[in-house]
């Protein structure tokens, strides 16, 4: 059975840092990704990290580019998410995703069959 633990969110001031951790058993997977939701909002893409087979390539959202870094350890199973500069809109509910799906953007929601419960992040102004 496959499971997403992530760990690591809370609350800071903004411009500060917070690093999320997400640890994956009971498979491996190509790409992994971090999502969020804010309250009443869709749930959108945060950053994905391809598998070695694509040298373990990264896509950002144009909202985080230059603030947050996405990592994975594939020995270990897991893939962490370094935010950096945190301002109040990235306040939300933070999931970490994983598929083995091998191709596609992976920057939508639905090209994941794998996800966390999810752990709180909010930054206060």
């Known amino acids: 059975q496959v499971q997403l633990v992530e760990s690591g969110g809370g609350l800071v001031q903004a411009g500060a840092s917070l690093r999320l951790s997400c640890a994956a058993s009971g498979g491996t997977f190509n790409n992994m990704g971090w999502f969020r939701q804010a309250p009443g909002k869709e749930r959108e893409f945060v950053a994905t990290?391809?598998?070695?087979?694509?040298?373990?390539?990264?896509t950002y959202a144009d909202s985080v580019k230059g603030r947050f870094i996405i990592s994975r350890d594939n020995v270990a199973n897991t893939v962490d998410l370094r935010m950096n500069s945190l301002k109040p809109e990235d306040t939300a509910v933070y999931y970490c995703?994983?598929?083995?799906?091998?191709?596609?953007?992976?920057?939508?929601?639905?090209?994941?069959?794998?996800w966390g419960q999810g752990t709180q992040v909010t930054v206060s102004s």
């Open positions: 995703a994983a598929t083995r799906r091998g191709y596609g953007a992976l920057i939508t929601r639905y090209e994941y069959e794998y």
């Open positions: 990290i391809r598998g070695s087979g694509y040298r373990f390539s990264t």
